[in-house]
């Protein structure tokens, strides 16, 4: 068994009465797609903000790479190697696709104060970058402006923006969301190919997607963590169907 | 439609054309009315820097303007009148050698845009513009009432500083050293752009969230921004000064404040040359208009009405073609 590269231990969130998070333990190991599903208000995207620094926890811990990081902040945990999806697809609209990527880029190599270092004339940075675009299945739109791209190209564009960051987790929140059953297929083929790049923990309604990807599924309700195993033990845990699942598993 | 690059090199071509052929003519007037619109343009390029590229629409930035004009006004006096400007803790004289002034300007604006901006740039939207506002209301009313250096009149200091191998009272020579500043601060501004610090700027205007899970902390960027941006105000407050060789409270107040942002609205906002065709427009109209109307500012407002609904690039924006990303 690998060493967790990315752990929550124990946390917990309220907000008012609201209990958001209940005393919530999750690990990441690396080569893995860890899937995180639960009904609406579960809980999974107050998890996922105190993974990646948006919230801080009222007690418990986050642990990257065996190094605590609950104090710090979005972007030093940006650096450390966290490449995150939004679940409303977010990229600077008015850049062009390689620009947006290009901006990751810029924020790995902790480039923001290079006054007077090019970028777009920069090779060390567009060669890279217009491979990370091929990757996502974007090649060819480099030059299009992001607010041109369909709501599926903007997910990849996402994907592209997540690999220029050398990540060493993927925190991917809905990343199927509004891609229609041929977009789904083909994201989810991307995904499958990432967990070698580094492991994914995925937060996803679409649980076709969920099954054909997850090596392990955690599953969440009421604040609380209610189960985490394999395919096959949540396909047939009863407290999962009860609170989840239903009719989606039969 | 022409392109943007074509565009600019007319642009800063006329301005340098118009003032010799006054020298020629012998109109000192025009020159020095191109000088005024050289200077006002240099501040608004540093604006641009930060409404411009960062979306940090600062309120303020008459603070910068006339910090840098001070400094030149209360060392110049001190110079002319002999007094030192401090004794203690080492004795320091007042100087008039542009080469000292302007780097100190510089600094001292840059120096005053750390102090406000590190506190604006907590809030945005319109907290910031009214933050913004706020401090430079409050070195305003310091100047106004602080007697030492003039207080309400202003301080007058009679002459130019001084150049070497230049006669700065000369209006042609004048007008060369803010061109020769403008033509800097320019391609300052276009590095800057073109830089990775620029596309983290223009990042963080349009999805702070974003840059900051991208690892760039999108407060640091802006804050340089603005410093950088009240530098370059500062010392075109510093040129508007020697300009007068006089300095007042008005050039601390809101008005100026005001006016650099509708310089950079009409030019076209976070274009290159957006301030010098910004500048150049709002004087040569007031010029104008001025001599047709004494109501011209109605006139004038319904102008930047016009090019506030009709043309968002503002003159640029109207004239060029869209630039693309290249």
Redesign the interface.
Known sequence: MTEPILEARGLCKTFGALVASDAVSLDLRNREIHALIGPNGAGKSTLIKQLSGDLRPDSGQVLFDGHDVTALHVAGRARLGLARSFQVSSVASEFTVLQNVLLALVGRERGAFGLFRRVLSDTRLTEPARGHIARAGLAGRERDRAADLSHGERRRLEIAMALAQAPRVFLLDEPMAGLGLEGSGEMTALLDALRHEAPILLVEHDMDAVFALADRISVMAGGRLIATGTVDEIRADPEVRRAYLGEAVS | MIRERYLNLALLAALLAVPVLAQVQGAPFTITLATKIAIFALAAVGLNLALGLGGLVSFGHAAFFGVGGYVIGILASHARNYEPFLTWPVEVAGTTQMLVLWPLAVLVAALVAAAIGALSLRTSGIFFIMITLAFAQMLYYFAVSWPTYGGEDGLPFYLRGDFPGLNTMDPISFFGLCYALLLVALWLFH??H???????L??AR??P?????????PF??RL?AFILSGAITGLAGALYADLNRFVSPAMLGWQTSGELIVLIILGGVGRLCGPVAGAGLFFLLEHWLGGLSEFWQFWFGLILLCVVLFARGGLIGALAKDQ???
């Open positions: 590095r800057l073109r830089a990775r610090f620029g596309l983290a223009e990042g349009q999805n969230e974003r840059v900051q899970a991208l690892g760039i902390r640091q960027v340089l693309t990303h290249d």
